[in-house]
């Protein structure tokens, strides 16, 4: 080899080493760095999480989205536009239970959590969906039983500790229709939820967290007097109401991201649901 390509080679080795020696430092003190950073400000889970999707679980808000009381429940009107102001800006106007949305424990007991107080590692829960499309499709009004958690645990093992376990019943095809609400002649409304039994066993049973529903209310429609409400909400734990894309999501293994609003004091209130596995 001529004296100059020696060098040409040597350089080249040289400065191969320096990146990767440079490499495997910078990634050393990055871990440092994360795992110093994260003890500082993080509320860490007890497993980590580890996923390649992502799934939104949230319902696009609209002024026309159905609402439990039927009524308008989100509005908004614009205070600056591009065109006169050369920037868009809008006022929102809503009702805290709206959309996908919360419900805190204070929303139906005298003096539970607001939304603002609830810990936030309780909103990063493993994900159990509990599948009634079926049982649904022939009675708008099938509550989720104790026995369709005994079912699915018997598909898909134990209901993990501190879960979220949401209804899978398939009504989100019927928002934009009377029927996502099911209001009859008697102004009784007809839609999926779950049983008060079911909300007692997994609140004496289970260690869950929360409870979603793919419909307006973790109460089925017809209800009177929401005793799951009581019941869920005044053991100190959340709803979710108005998920959707949970057909998107394996029934088990996926982990929920649930990004509640912070309104102090709040009963509840819009937010952004993810899932990710
Ligand atoms: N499922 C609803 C229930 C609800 O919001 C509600 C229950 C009884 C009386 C009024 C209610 N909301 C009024 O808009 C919710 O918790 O968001």
Redesign the pocket.
Known sequence: MCDACVMEVVKGRLSRRGFLSGAVASAAGGAVLSASALSATANVLPESVSFSNVIDLTQTLTPDFP???GGP?FGESYEYTFAKDGLNLKTLHY?E?VGT?F?API?FSKDGQSIDEIPIEKFVCPLAVIDVRDQAANNADYRVMPEDILKYEQQHGRIPDRACVAMLSGWPQYVGTEKYRGEDSKGLLHFSGFHEETAQFLINERSVYGLGVDT????YGPTKD?PV?YLWLGSGRY?I?NLTNLDRVPLAGATIIAGAPKFKGGT?GPGRVLAVY
């Open positions: 609402t439990f009381e429940a009702h239970h949305h419900d929303h307006l209310s973790i109460d929401f409400h709803g109401e509840g």
